[in-house]
């Protein structure tokens, strides 16, 4: 078979609820509805795991933070563990990244060919958790509230140099492989940082949302003392009781988030635009994606880190000649892209998928299959032991150790107002999801598998910074010497070489 290639398109932190089917109508973001209106568009899709490094590790091998050992942002990604960038390189694929992966460890690629671009965020173990410390605050890395309080407008800032770099990379990657440079098919990863906060955006997408009516939250902030337990961890992590936040700052936040949104959705449109006037689009599979979402002040909540569905829930389309376009309602996972690229190229992963917790979509989305409970796991920073939930149908049931259990019908309670856990009516849905739940986790083994991680690269940390330092961090090759003119190329092969398309 002629397989296709695939551009993967990645966010940071866009909340899933502003892509109920494609973008909610109140974003500027034309380029994404566009692509929507050619995609399969799974409404109620769920991260692996609400942070980033986690988020990612899972969403590049289909496998669950417990099985992966990425527990936090700290945590090293094993270089045995196969990516779906393993798997296409093995099937023949030139395999290609630009932009953020948070990949942890020596090993900077995981099955990447090559690197356009550095990571944005450390590679080494200097943000790991310690549960020995339960409630400590780490200010230098666990967030604090400053993004909201100081939200607003800037023309560059550290992370737009970084989504700009990303941008123009991946453009100039697009543009050598319409010229025939590489002859394999291919899989470029292209990974933004926005909308991540700070939440600070260039004016001219700030002012596209000056009479925008989704400033406010839909759920005004809760009370402290009437916040669950693991929110109240979450508060006191970002330094809640200090920040002073004020509703000004909540919908100046807002609005920057909405304004990056933008900001994203120009980019894409630029690499898109680059597909279609290389002739490339119609080979060429296309995934938009976000690694976790971002709570956005509702409940009183920022950031990510639990599994309402405002951090959890993300955005997913697929946009490929086997998949119809429209809207899929059944939940499913970000762990499901790689078996779903898998099936789209034609691999036969039979032997490795047992290792894997996602499922393929292609049924799914072709109206022939359905998806069994999605699974997630949390084990970071703002926890003081592993949090799990399962989405099952309309029901959602989070469990922790530490907590009472959590039980919301989502159906019945989109803004999960309510714990139906205590709910009488509720105790044979409660009871069952247990079932399945402790089925899946041992928790006591759970924990015990992340403190002893944690126990570990505190040691290694420590080490590794005392004397000689040699960073981890990826450092992306420029070969100057074989790029535009040199003396050692024929000038008239290399100039009709880069010309695409050539003879017009």
């Not at 260039?202 to 406010?216: I, K």
């Not at 919908?251 to 933008?262: C, G, L, T, V």
């Not at 049924?363 to 970071?380: D, F, H, I, K």
Request: with cysteine; aromatic share 10%; glycine share 6%.
């Amino acid at each position: 078979m002629t397989r296709p290639n695939i551009l993967i398109l990645m966010v940071d932190q866009l909340n899933g609820t502003l892509f109920p089917d494609g973008p909610a109508p109140f974003l500027h973001a034309p380029h994404l509805r566009a692509l929507a209106g050619r995609s399969a568009r799974f409404a109620n899709s769920y991260t692996a795991s609400p942070l980033c490094a986690p988020a990612r590790a899972s969403f590049m091998s289909g496998q669950l933070p417990s099985r992966t050992r990425v527990y936090d942002n700290a945590a090293e990604f094993g270089s045995d563990i196969p990516t779906f960038a393993h798997h296409l390189r093995r099937a023949g694929y030139h395999t290609a990244l630009s932009g953020k992966m948070h990949f942890v460890g020596p090993d900077q690629l995981h099955g990447f060919e090559e690197r356009l671009t550095t990571d944005i965020y450390p590679a080494d173990f200097g943000w790991t958790p310690d549960y020995t410390r339960p409630g400590e605050r780490i200010d230098w890395w666990y967030h604090n509230l400053g993004s909201v309080t100081g939200a607003g407008v800037a023309e560059i800032t550290n992370q737009l140099e970084y989504d700009d770099e990303v941008a123009y990379h991946a453009g100039r990657k697009l543009y050598d492989l319409a010229r025939g440079q590489e002859k394999r098919p291919w899989c470029l990863s292209v990974s933004f940082t926005h909308p991540h906060d700070p939440y600070v955006a260039r004016r001219r997408f700030w002012d596209l949302y000056e009479d925008c009516p989704a400033l406010d939250p839909v759920v005004p902030p809760i009370p402290f003392e009437q916040q669950d337990p693991h929110s109240q961890r979450l508060m006191r992590a970002s330094d809640h009781a200090s920040s002073h936040v004020t509703a000004e700052d909540v919908r100046r936040s807002r609005r920057a988030y909405f304004a990056n949104i933008s900001y994203i959705d120009e980019k894409i449109g630029e690499l898109l635009a680059i597909l279609d006037t290389c002739r490339m689009a119609e080979d060429t599979v296309v995934v938009f994606v976000s690694d976790h979402g971002d709570m956005l002040g509702e409940r009183g909540l920022w950031f990510k880190m639990n599994f309402f569905e405002g951090s959890a829930r993300v955005p997913l389309m697929i946009a490929a000649p086997d998949l119809p376009a429209g809207r899929v309602d059944h939940p499913v996972s970000t762990l499901d892209v790689l078996p779903t690229l898998a099936e789209l190229a034609g691999l036969d992963l039979s032997s490795v998928l047992p290792w894997t917790d996602g499922e393929s979509l292609v049924p799914l989305a072709q109206g022939r299959g359905t998806r069994s409970p999605v699974p997630m796991e949390y084990a970071a920073e703002g926890s003081e032991a592993p949090l799990v939930a399962l989405r099952d149908g309309p029901w959602k049931l989070v469990l922790c150790d530490l907590d009472p259990p959590i039980l919301t019908h989502l159906n019945d309670d989109p803004q999960e107002r309510i714990n139906r856990a205590s709910d009488p009516a509720c105790a044979g849905v409660l009871t069952s999801l247990q079932a399945m739940m402790r089925e899946r986790w041992d928790l006591a083994r759970f924990d015990a598998d992340v403190r002893a991680s944690q126990a570990r690269r505190h040691v290694v940390y420590a080490a590794l910074r005392n004397g000689a330092y040699y960073p981890w961090d990826f450092q992306p090759l420029q070969k100057a010497s074989e790029r535009y003119m040199r003396n050692h190329m024929d000038l008239n092969i290399l100039e009709e070489s880069q010309r695409f398309p050539r003879g017009e």
